[in-house]
């Protein structure tokens, strides 16, 4: 029973060495069999919420969104109905989106990407 218990221990080491070497090897050669997935890069964005011209507020409520393949994302927390949105780039003054909203996400196709946006609800 002491024999059977070392060489099957033995036969772990063993085999643990091997596919170690063919693990290093296929990392040599840059080449793999497991297919990998591209993971996408989500970069968060500083988003404003200003309601019209009335808004005195120093602190302006937070939007969750970020930014992903040139497109922004913003997610309400709740679902808005109807309204009319402007989102501007804080940094150069552009007019990102400007229209009629309905829903929970707005996804908006950017042309240049910045950080910080305000979205104004007319």
């Known amino acids: 029973m002491k024999a059977l218990s070392l060489v099957l221990l033995g036969s772990v080491f063993l085999l643990q060495s091997t596919m170690l070497s063919i693990n290093a090897s296929v990392i040599a050669d840059g080449t793999s069999s497991v297919p990998t997935e591209e993971k996408r890069i989500r970069k968060p964005a500083n988003i404003h919420l200003l309601k019209g011209e009335t808004s005195t507020r ?7 969104g970020y930014i992903e393949d040139n497109q922004l994302y913003i997610c ?14 804080t940094e150069s003054g552009e007019i990102v989106y400007s229209g009629t909203f309905i829903g929970n996400i707005l996804v908006i196709a950017l042309t ?8 104004e609800i007319v």
């Open 58 to 64: 120093s602190i302006l409520p937070v939007v969750p």
């Open 76 to 89: 309400f927390g709740a679902p808005i109905e109807d309204e009319y949105l402007v989102v501007k780039d």
């Open 112 to 119: 240049n990407l910045g950080e910080s946006y305000t979205i």
